[in-house]
């Protein structure tokens, strides 16, 4: 570390390095977790070719810049150029040291007076500064090393910044950053920025790397005359260069909030050709798909009775008419099945709009086409109670349906891939299984993906190539895909929806089944458990079923079952005239699926459970849910969770535990659980108190195309983004490319998936 050019900053400290040279940092809200994979190995591939191009003597040393810079992404000077700051600090100007407040990031200057390394409370090498006033600032380090002791002794002049605290003696700084400096030393003129970085590179190396890539680089403008005319234009924002230069070194007279902020035009231009980068990918994504060649699925076949269709005999045989916004969402599907390429369709629908009905139907489109169907949810209580369901509907009307999952006896999972293989079983049902390498099937037409928020980036992807890779069902060898249907019930927000799913088609139940009591929901301190006891004793006796989740413990899956067991062991004692169920995630597959099954034939009246019943289980006679410490939980999983409940014609009720003293959004979920039961609105709040990287989760963001743009403060530009994408797709496609490779590279792949 001595040997890096910022050698004149006199802090080798590992703990002053956290502080200010910001190595990345989850909470660093413009840098999203890139795409692991990927960025891996193209680093790989960026070192392979540095060190093809070098002389054998440089090798060693250039390889190793390179690997560096590599683990940021940065392979050319382009990306080098574009690695902007994450923020700004603001050297220019020295506050005296009589003046320092505490509580702010102040800087200033001083002479060193005193130096000793103190051993009470702990080993820590106190500094004391005085400056031409008079006035003393005391620093403290408590990690340092022996040269910093001696490059701060007495009698050296130090230009130091960092947080102000009033301490026991006075002002102190703690880990300040410290430069030695002479008597009149300038001070920089313009903001400082900070660049993203990552363990091992200095920003003093960043910085110059950059600079260095500024004066080779050219980043000529791409947007063609007309376009920027119509888009960049209203936008008032400076070109490429001079905003990418600006961005690097602020000149004196720039507005400096504007720049902090990211509001300054420099930066506008910057997000709007990042976002134009996005849309373009997304929308190229989607044209290519209409290239591409699926099974069309008539519903009308000339010479077969419309009547006489599995799909007509399914419809006859469901037990409710369908809602009018089933219907239609049956239709738009309906459509796209029928066109011969594949569709990517999303089903959004509140927990309990009935989605299932309307996947079986695609299903039965499918089937009457001659295809298969495969259903593929994320737990296997969901998956079972699919297969159990749909069983249910199709057997009776001759279809087979096929049950995969992961804790299958051999025997009857060589069965279950028989069947797939063979196209005996029509409809395929399953975990993430459905996507192993083994499955194979003899001619898929359509899957479908029930929750598909709950599915990673990866398991997407593999499912992808696994349809990519189907036989071609008339035999030629067109590519061939089958069409996807995504089903989810925590709907996608507008902006969200218009940026990482844009190349999806959507489609939205806005409507319940009729007959549905809307659900009561209370917040019950957890200090009155006992009355809650008594309540679930009450409404079991009058042959209500109730669900008791038990409490989230994310740092130990081990934890979480203790409790899940020991809860259940206390509530059998409490009410012993009740039948107490247990249900969690280690419990062997047939186990759970006993207990389940108990469980809606209404054998069992109090089902404890873990958040493996978040998803999909459908009871529609329990009417009653306790949510412990509700508070732990986030609030699409509070809401998935209630879900369980109101599916019948009883009134429900729900009831979230929780233990003060509440986080203020601990305390903001909960009250939004109590003012809204609808799934939008709570999608909405949300994303308004967790922000979109968070609400996409940590999965999905993994693949996160957007450094610079932050989709709450920058939704404005994604409109015009997208209608220059639009014009630029059309008019000049040649540019499409090269505005890719510039902004996205290697992450476009994943943003596909
Ligand atoms: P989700 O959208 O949460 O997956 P489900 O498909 O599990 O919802 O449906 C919830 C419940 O509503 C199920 O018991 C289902 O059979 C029932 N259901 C679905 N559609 C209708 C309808 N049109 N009329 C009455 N009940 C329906
Ligand atoms: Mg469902």
């Not at 006199?10 to 999203?32: F, H, K, L």
């Not at 902090?260 to 231009?269: K, S, V």
């Not at 009246?605 to 509700?630: F, K, R, W, Y």
Request: overall charge neutral; proline content about 6%.
């Amino acid at each position: 570390m001595m040997s890096e050019p910022d050698s004149a900053s006199v802090s080798d400290d590992p703990a002053r390095d956290a502080q200010y040279d910001e190595t990345p940092d989850a909470s660093a809200p413009r840098r999203r977790a890139g795409a692991k994979k990927t960025a891996a190995k193209a680093a790989e591939k960026a070192a392979a070719k540095t060190a093809e191009k070098t002389d054998a003597k440089d090798k060693p040393k250039l390889t190793k810049t390179a690997d560096r810079l590599a683990k940021l992404g940065l392979h050319s000077a382009i990306d080098l150029v574009l690695h902007l700051p994450m923020r700004y600090e603001d050297e220019t100007t020295l506050t005296p040291i009589g003046e320092l407040l505490p509580g702010g990031v102040e800087q200033t200057e001083g002479v060193v007076f005193d130096n000793e390394v103190a051993y009470r409370p702990r080993r820590q090498l106190v500094v004391k500064l005085r400056d031409h006033n008079g006035d003393e600032l005391h620093l403290r380090f408590l990690n340092f090393y022996g040269s910093q002791v001696a490059q701060m002794a007495v009698g050296k002049r130090l230009r130091v910044r960092g947080d102000v605290r009033g301490g026991f003696f006075g002002l102190e700084m703690v880990h300040p950053a410290v430069k030695v400096v002479e008597g009149d030393a300038p001070l920089p003129q313009a903001l400082t920025p900070v660049y993203p970085s990552t363990a091992g590179v200095s920003q003093a190396y960043l910085r110059k790397a950059i600079d260095n890539a500024l004066e080779r680089a050219h980043l000529p403008e791409l947007l063609p005359e007309p376009v920027a005319q119509e888009f960049l234009a209203p936008l008032n924002v400076p070109g490429l260069m001079d905003a990418v230069r600006t961005l690097h070194h602020p000149p004196i007279d720039a507005d400096q909030n504007a720049l902090i902020d990211g509001t300054h035009p420099a930066w506008t231009r910057i997000k709007f050709d990042e976002l134009l980068a996005q849309q373009l990918s997304l929308k190229r994504a989607h044209e290519e798909r209409r290239t591409r060649a699926a099974p069309a699925m008539a519903r009308h076949v000339a010479g077969r009775k419309s009547e006489e269709t599995l799909l007509a005999r399914l419809r006859e045989a469901l037990p409710f008419k369908l809602t009018n916004a089933q219907e239609r969402v049956v239709g738009e599907i309906a459509q796209d099945l029928e066109a011969p390429h594949p569709m990517q369709r999303l089903l959004q629908g509140d927990v309990g709009s009935g989605k299932t009905v309307v996947a079986a139907l695609a299903a039965a489109q499918a089937i009457d086409a001659g295809y298969q169907a495969a259903l593929m949810a994320p737990t296997e209580i969901l998956a079972e109670q699919h297969a159990r369901k749909l069983r249910g509907w199709l057997e009776p009307l001759g279809v087979q349906v096929a049950w995969l999952s992961g804790s299958l006896k051999a025997k009857e999972k060589r069965a279950a891939l028989e069947a797939a293989a063979l196209g005996t079983a029509k409809l395929v049902i399953g975990t993430h299984a459905i996507i192993q390498d083994a499955v194979e099937f003899a001619r898929l037409g359509l899957v479908i993906v029930d929750e598909q928020h709950r599915f990673g980036v990866e398991q997407r992807l593999a499912l992808r190539a696994k349809a990519q890779n189907a036989k071609s069902p008339d035999e030629t060898k067109r590519e061939f895909q089958p069409h996807q249907l995504m089903m989810t019930a925590t709907p996608i927000p507008r902006t969200l929806a218009m940026t990482y799913y844009a190349d999806l088609e959507v489609s939205t139940i806005d409507e319940l089944p009729p007959g549905r009591t809307p659900i009561l929901t209370k917040l019950v301190s957890d200090a009155r458990r006992e009355e809650v006891i008594a309540r679930v004793r009450a409404a079991a006796l009058t042959g209500r079923q109730v669900y008791w989740v038990c409490p989230l413990i994310e740092e130990s899956e081990t934890l979480q079952l203790q409790t899940a067991v020991e809860t259940w062991e206390t509530l059998v004692a409490a009410l012993p005239e009740l039948s107490v169920g247990l249900v969690h995630g280690r419990l062997a597959s047939a186990d759970k699926a006993a207990v389940m099954d108990a469980f809606s034939r209404n054998e069992v009246q109090l089902l404890v459970a873990t958040t493996v019943i978040e998803v999909g289980v459908d009871v529609p006679n329990a009417s009653l849910m306790v949510i412990e410490h509700a508070e732990r939980f986030g609030l699409a999983q509070l809401h998935q969770l209630r879900g369980r409940v109101g599916r019948g014609s009883a009134a429900s009720v729900c009831l979230l535990l929780y233990t003060g003293p509440l986080s203020l959004t601990g305390r903001q979920r909960l009250q939004t659980m109590r003012e809204t039961t609808d799934g939008f609105e709570i999608a909405r709040k949300d994303l308004e108190i967790r922000g979109p990287g968070e609400f996409l989760g940590a999965r999905q963001s993994g693949a996160a195309m957007l450094r610079f743009a932050n989709l709450e403060n920058d939704a404005w530009l994604i409109e015009p983004a997208r209608e220059a994408a639009e014009r630029l797709l059309h008019e000049y496609p040649h540019v499409v490319t090269q505005h890719l490779n510039r902004w996205l590279g290697a992450r476009e792949q994943y943003l596909k998936a």
